[in-house]
């Protein structure tokens, strides 16, 4: 039986054949406790208001994942981008960090075992960093309007960034490394697809690109839309995006992607409350593993940044719902007949009647699915044919809307592509409880 460790290694391959589908978490051993890190972050706790090393105030509340800068007047690091040098200084990790990491680095490899990888944590990106100095609004402006400071700055960071992770990986030796940098809201990134990659790609090429070089896994978590930039993630060196919010679509993600980057996530916030009843919060997971495990490179988990809910009740069933899961208890959810959208004139479709099998028919529109992802025009068109074949009685498909380029192949094959539509599931308990059951 594979480890945890195992399951999620597996994962990172393309072809990788995962025995079971992981709960949350329990592959990684996030290490908290190096010396950087305490170093950084030793002062920050839950209910409380501290300074951090770049002179930050942060602010972490009582019922929240997460810290957040606070700004304003004085409290801002950094109010004038065009004199960043004069207020913006980098913490010292040498002089302040270099003791204890042989301890430390004992301390990991006991708790993890056999079966968890040792996982170096990293908050507060490059993006993070300059809003933290300089608030939201002056820096997504200064990109604008002071390109050449901006790039300066984040130069800067990206050096220290680089300082950082050298000396955490020397000192801890880890598995992992997980870094954190937020690039959007839970419906689109906060800047221009063109400008993140002016301003931030290459620097995270950099940073990536040294970890992959130590033979260090590299997970990015993001809880964000960040679907226009997927791919360049995947380029960059990212292997796991953690964080992946259930508006990203995962399951098309998933078929785009094919197998290149591993998402870690689909249990957003919105089930992680004080009075989420175990019912609910099953029926949500139950859910999401219905749609998000079948396509592959999936890790089921919390949304957030760090292990674990804000309330310990969601995790606990949120756990239950991946057990259940993995033995089978889970309720399958095969398609259902589709009202009829268009035709494909190419393949001089029909409407003829349902399918015999639901199960061939789940077949077929996966296959069908690959090749339209693919822009496979031979295929898709041979897979109409077998879809006629086995009685489906409607081929219809989804394409994210900014993907142009599949949805001019579409309408070239005389696709017509609705605005109007919108795609509509019962799954799990839903169903059942629609059906009367």
């Known amino acids: 039986m594979q480890t945890a460790k195992e399951i999620f290694l597996e994962l990172l391959k393309p072809d990788g054949r995962p025995e079971r589908v992981l709960r949350q978490?329990?592959?990684?051993?996030m290490c908290l406790y190096d010396p950087i890190n305490t170093y950084l972050r030793g002062n920050r706790r839950r209910g409380s208001v501290t300074k951090d090393r770049w002179g930050t105030t942060i602010s972490f509340p009582e019922d929240a994942p997460g810290a957040i800068p606070v700004h304003g007047g004085e409290l801002t690091v950094c109010p004038d981008i065009t004199r960043w040098r004069e207020t913006v200084h980098a913490p010292d990790l040498a002089a302040s960090c270099t003791e204890g990491w042989e301890e430390c680095r004992s301390r990991a490899r006991a708790a993890a075992g056999e079966q968890q990888l040792v996982a170096g944590f990293m908050g507060t990106g490059i993006f993070e960093q300059c809003h933290f100095l300089m608030g939201f609004e002056n820096t997504l402006t200064s990109l604008y309007e002071h390109p050449d400071e901006m790039h300066e700055l984040i130069e800067t960071i990206t050096q220290y960034r680089l300082d950082y992770v050298r000396r955490l990986i020397d000192g801890l030796q880890p598995d992992v490394?997980?870094?954190?940098?937020?690039?959007?809201?839970?419906?689109?990134?906060?800047?221009?697809?063109?400008?993140?990659?002016?301003?931030?790609?290459?620097?995270?090429?950099?940073?990536?690109?040294?970890?992959?070089s130590r033979g260090v896994i590299a997970i990015h978590h993001a809880d964000s839309y960040l679907v226009?930039?997927?791919?360049?993630?995947?380029?960059?060196?990212?292997?796991?995006?953690?964080?992946?919010?259930?508006?990203?679509?995962?399951?098309?993600?998933?078929?785009?992607?094919?197998?290149?980057?591993?998402?870690?996530?689909g249990f957003g916030a919105a089930i992680d409350r004080a009075d989420a009843q175990p019912d609910e919060i099953l029926a949500y997971a139950r859910d999401a593993l219905a749609r998000c495990c079948p396509g592959g490179h999936f890790i089921p988990s919390i949304t957030y940044g760090l292990a674990g809910t804000v309330f310990p009740h969601v995790d606990q069933y949120l756990d239950q719902a991946v057990n259940e899961y993995n033995a089978g208890l889970h309720i399958p959810v095969t398609p259902l007949p589709a009202v009829p959208k268009r035709e494909i004139g190419a393949a001089k479709a029909e409407v003829v009647q349902a399918a015999a099998s639901a199960q061939e028919s789940a077949d077929v529109f996966e296959n069908i699915a690959r090749a339209l992802e693919r822009g496979q025009q031979k295929k898709?068109?041979?897979?109409?044919?077998?879809?006629?074949?086995?009685?489906?009685?409607?081929?219809?498909w989804s394409v994210l809307d900014w993907n142009q380029p599949s949805i001019d192949f579409y309408e070239g094959l005389g696709a017509e592509v609705l605005p109007d539509w919108r795609i509509?599931?019962?799954?799990?308990?839903?169903?059942l409880r629609a059906a009367g059951r």
């Open 228 to 265: 226009p930039i997927v791919d360049d993630m995947a380029e960059i060196g990212i292997q796991v995006w953690q964080g992946t919010l259930p508006e990203n679509d995962i399951p098309a993600l998933q078929r785009h992607l094919n197998g290149k980057l591993t998402l870690m996530g």
């Open 177 to 212: 490394i997980f870094s954190h940098d937020d690039w959007g809201t839970k419906n689109a990134l906060f800047m221009k697809t063109d400008m993140w990659r002016a301003f931030f790609k290459e620097p995270y090429r950099r940073f990536y690109g040294y970890i992959r």
């Open 380 to 396: 898709l068109l041979t897979l109409c044919q077998q879809a006629l074949d086995e009685g489906c009685g409607r081929f219809d």
């Open 25 to 29: 978490y329990e592959a990684l051993h």
């Open 424 to 431: 509509c599931r019962l799954s799990g308990e839903a169903l």
